[in-house]
């Protein structure tokens, strides 16, 4: 069993940044992609980054392109999210998750495992 838990969020205001971090347990970590998603109240879980096994390779939504950063520490069994600056629209739970792929995966169909979710709030 794989266990994720995000840290990091919190309240900012617009133009703020925020580093999210999720630690992964297990020894496998390296073996899979992982992305983060964001669910804000009342819409759907939405993609936001991935990055593939080693690190190499990573993608984003067309919302967070040039201002999230996805990156991972295998060694530390972390993966990060560094989001600079935020704006309102960005105000949502954000999740990490592990794909059972090595490569980038974006749909929500293609994780097995997700964290509990860490809120993030971005003030106009």
């Keep these: 069993q794989v266990q994720l838990v995000e840290s990091g969020g919190g309240l900012v205001q617009a133009g703020d940044s925020l580093r999210l971090s999720c630690a992964a347990s297990g ?3 390296s073996m899979y992609a992982m992305g983060w998603f964001r669910q804000a109240p009342g819409k759907e879980r939405e993609f936001v980054a991935a990055i593939t096994r080693s690190g190499s390779s990573t993608v984003y ?3 967070v392109k040039g201002r999230f950063t996805i ?3 295998n060694a530390k069994n972390t993966v990060y999210l560094q989001m600079n600056s935020l ?3 960005d105000t949502a739970v954000y999740y990490c998750a592990r794909s ?3 490569a980038v ?3 929500t169909g293609e994780y ?3 964290g509990q979710g860490t809120q ?3 003030s106009s």
């Design 100 to 102: 059972f792929r090595g």
């Design 61 to 63: 939504a067309d919302s």
């Design 112 to 114: 097995d495992y997700w």
């Design 105 to 107: 995966a974006t749909l």
């Design 120 to 122: 993030v709030a971005v």
């Design 27 to 29: 020894r496998t970590f």
């Design 87 to 89: 704006k309102p629209e």
């Design 71 to 73: 990156s991972r520490d």
